[in-house]
């Protein structure tokens, strides 16, 4: 952190006293490490997974590196089958955001746009079952999933996650949907046009902010799940990377790099969606917590 | 957020002609947006509302997964005040609430507070705080099991300023191993925590703080007395949110210990896991989801009213 250059020019020559100075000397001072504390779990968790199996061995874990290795990783992607953990996640998330979204943004274009009645009670009801624990669905969802012969399936999977995360993303775009000013439809259902071609070529492209923010947070919650993914899948080769994750430290117990390589190999993904979309993703927390 | 904002105009016009018109509107409702409506709710019903249903009917019976369920009536909800687990679990639970709770919510208050002005670096510093919220709570509970294993960092960083004493096997020691899951969730939560509070303090009034400040209030005063006020519409909101995300914590717990050593770090819902996928006493396990869900319902119903109030 630079902290001679902390004040940008502009308040200096504003103020000519050292006052303003001084403070912004003093917040970089509190705020730079205490932000490199909050990094160095990251740093040091990627100090691991880099280093030789045998580096870790001689000189422990929390010694300072003194080799560079890939061996971590190419054990996690080959004999922890990281790889393939990382593929079923994709499929379930790409999938399962796709259905949501657009389920979702169908029920409240219904809900918004039209006059149906009690429509305030059903989105309320819609909301408040995605704020449900889960705890109270998994023992019913894993068995009717059996009943309906879809029990360790990736099908399974995505259903369950569009049916919990349905109720949250209506509220959200129920809301923005109600804010596109009338006139804006007005003008096409003049020209004729039906409610599916409003919804297909009006409502959804101007949604397209709140989609963005919507998709970003739904990318995260969903790749990150391990709680459905315990209870509705049973075979090693249909995890996700969470639950393979788990697996992956019980079989490699003391080979730390390998387990710190795929704790690496799980959060890249969701770090990446992060920094491309930081400002989509960061209004998408606040769409739904600060109404 | 944006979306309230805007929506207000509209949502009075919209409402002040509703009761005028409902009738008339209703039966205009065309049936292709009543099948765009009810594909949607069908899925939910389904998925949702159908299962949370069942848990309750479960919950009074005893059945382990095969053939059919032997009615108990409230037998299950017995049995748990003589499980001392259930009372460790309940403990823990509320443990978890208030630190987990207590202490994201100060720290990412402190953080919002001395991170809303613009000015130079405050971007990174924010940035770096809220990347680890984005992480798997399973990858950031591995994050943490390498950093607190024997010998790892953690330990090294203490025995290196001089605390040999207290460095030990965090998470083996059932004296620690909560407080230890308690830190790597705090960790990741601080950052969310603090994106709700620095919306909220973009919404207060800035003139108020300025004028309290002519009148010679100091920095703590007007915290205290100007800006904390005008933050009561995010605290709800953060508490009742802190309270649901403390009974559903599940991820992170059984991503460290699983519940253990010896069930030190048990929550409710990890011992509700447990009891329905391990030992598959499914009637068991369904009560004690209800019993997460009685505590929960007052909360969610304190998040709906803000939601509807507000809109």
């Known amino acids: 952190m630079t902290t001679e250059t902390a004040v940008d020019p502009g308040t200096v020559r504003r103020s000519a006293n050292v006052g303003p100075r001084r403070r912004g000397w003093i917040f970089h001072a509190c705020m730079a490490p205490l932000t490199l504390l909050w990094v160095a779990p990251m740093v040091f968790v990627l100090a691991v997974a880099f280093r030789s199996f045998d580096d870790i061995a001689a000189r422990g874990l929390g010694a300072l590196p003194a080799s560079f290795s890939l061996d971590g990783f190419s054990t996690a992607l080959s004999e922890g089958a990281i790889g393939r953990a990382l593929a079923n996640s994709a499929v379930v998330t790409v999938i399962g955001v796709v259905a949501t979204l657009f389920l979702a943004s169908l029920a409240a274009f219904a809900l918004s746009r039209h006059a149906i009645p009690f429509s305030r009670t059903i989105l309320l009801t819609m909301l408040a079952g995605n704020l449900l624990p889960p705890q109270i669905l998994l023992i019913p969802v894993s068995s009717i999933t059996q009943s309906l012969g879809i029990y360790d399936s990736l099908f399974a999977l995505i259903v369950v996650q569009v049916g919990f995360g349905l109720g949250f993303y209506t509220f959200v775009l129920h809301g923005f949907m109600r804010s596109i000013p009338n006139e804006v439809l007005e003008a096409a259902v003049v020209d004729g046009a039906g409610s599916a071609r409003i919804y297909a070529r009006i409502v959804l492209p101007l949604c397209r902010p709140a989609l963005a923010a919507l998709a970003a947070l739904a990318t995260t919650w969903i790749f990150n799940d391990l709680i459905w993914a315990l209870t509705v899948l049973r075979t090693e080769t249909k995890f996700p990377i969470t639950v393979a994750l788990l697996n992956l430290q019980g079989g490699f117990v003391s080979n730390w790099n390998v387990v710190a390589s795929g704790a690496v190999l799980a959060a890249i993904p969701t770090a990446v969606v992060f920094f491309a979309f930081q400002k989509h993703f960061v209004s998408g927390l606040l769409v739904g917590a600060n109404k | ?311």
């Open chain 2, 1 to 311: 957020m944006s979306s309230t904002q805007v929506a207000t105009p509209e949502t009075s016009s919209h409402d002040g002609r509703q009761p005028v018109r409902a009738g008339r509107r209703w039966r205009r409702v065309p049936p292709l947006v009543w099948v765009f409506l009810l594909v949607p709710l069908a899925v939910e019903l389904a998925w949702v509302f159908w299962p949370a249903l069942n848990s309750f009917s479960l919950s009074l019976t005893k059945w382990n997964g095969v053939g059919a369920a032997e009615p108990v009536g409230l037998d299950n909800y017995r049995r748990m005040f003589d499980d001392p687990i259930v009372r460790t679990a309940v403990t823990n639970t509320v443990i978890w609430i208030v630190v987990f709770g207590g202490l994201s919510v100060l720290i990412g208050l402190g953080l919002a507070v001395a991170l809303n002005r613009p000015r130079r670096g405050v971007g990174l510093y924010r940035s770096a705080i809220y990347l680890p919220m984005v992480f798997a709570l399973a990858v950031t509970g591995l994050f943490w099991r390498v950093l607190y294993q024997p010998g790892g960092t953690v330990n090294s960083a203490l025995e290196n300023i001089g605390l040999d004493g207290v460095a030990r096997q965090w998470l083996a020691d059932p004296d620690t191993a909560l407080y230890a899951v308690l830190v790597a969730a705090i960790w990741r939560q601080v950052g969310y925590i603090m994106v709700l509070y620095l919306a909220g303090l973009k919404g207060c009034d800035p003139s108020l703080e300025e004028a309290a400040a002519v009148d010679g209030a100091s920095a703590w005063q007007r915290f205290r007395y100007v800006v904390f006020p005008q933050l009561r519409g995010v605290n709800t909101v953060v508490f009742a949110i802190t309270v649901i995300d403390s009974l559903r914590t599940f991820d992170i717990v059984w991503a460290m210990t699983r519940g253990g050593p010896y069930n030190s770090s048990q929550l409710l819902s990890t011992y509700m896991f447990e009891q329905g996928f391990t030992a598959l006493n499914l009637g068991y396990s369904s009560a004690l989801a209800v019993v997460i869900f009685v505590l929960a319902i007052g909360f969610i119903i304190t998040y709906l009213v803000r939601a509807t109030r507000e809109d």
